[in-house]
């Protein structure tokens, strides 16, 4: 089992910085995923990271704004965001849990939800002009 608590969204204006966090819980986690989601639309990839932690990929829509990390010793994972746009708006969540080995559960760049076994609760993120 594992769970999943998010911090750090808030308000900020366009330009601007935040940085989430997920803090897990449980098992080990090899690897995560960061999705947001707003009202209407289906939940998107933002960011996910690879066992070990030198591979991550992004979204095109927010290469070279966001950088995502994990401290293993932690199990906690970071999504930092900079130049915020409008459009970045959403409730973002961090989910991990694709494939079990022992007592880690590890992910590969999934950027489907339906690969996901665990989420967070969310953390809204709101971009004003």
């Known amino acids: 089992q594992v769970q999943l608590v998010e911090s750090g969204g808030g308000s900020v204006q366009a330009g601007g910085s935040l940085r989430l966090s997920c803090t897990a819980s449980?098992?080990?986690?090899?690897?995560v995923g960061w999705f947001r989601q707003v009202p209407g639309k289906e939940r998107e990839g933002v960011a996910a990271?690879?066992?070990?932690?030198?591979?991550?990929r992004y979204a095109d829509s927010v290469k070279g704004r966001f950088t995502i990390s994990q401290d293993n010793a932690k199990n906690t994972m970071t999504l930092q965001m900079n130049s915020l746009k409008i459009e970045d708006t959403a409730m973002y969540y961090c989910?991990?849990?694709?494939?079990?080995?022992?007592?880690?559960?590890?992910?590969?760049?999934?950027?489907?939800?339906?690969?996901?076994?665990?989420w967070g609760q969310g953390t809204q993120v709101t971009v004003s002009s």
């Open positions: 989910a991990a849990g694709n494939r079990r080995s022992g007592s880690s559960w590890y992910v590969y760049g999934h950027f489907s939800p339906s690969e996901y076994n665990y």
């Open positions: 990271i690879y066992p070990g932690g030198s591979t991550t």
């Open positions: 449980g098992d080990i986690l090899r690897g």
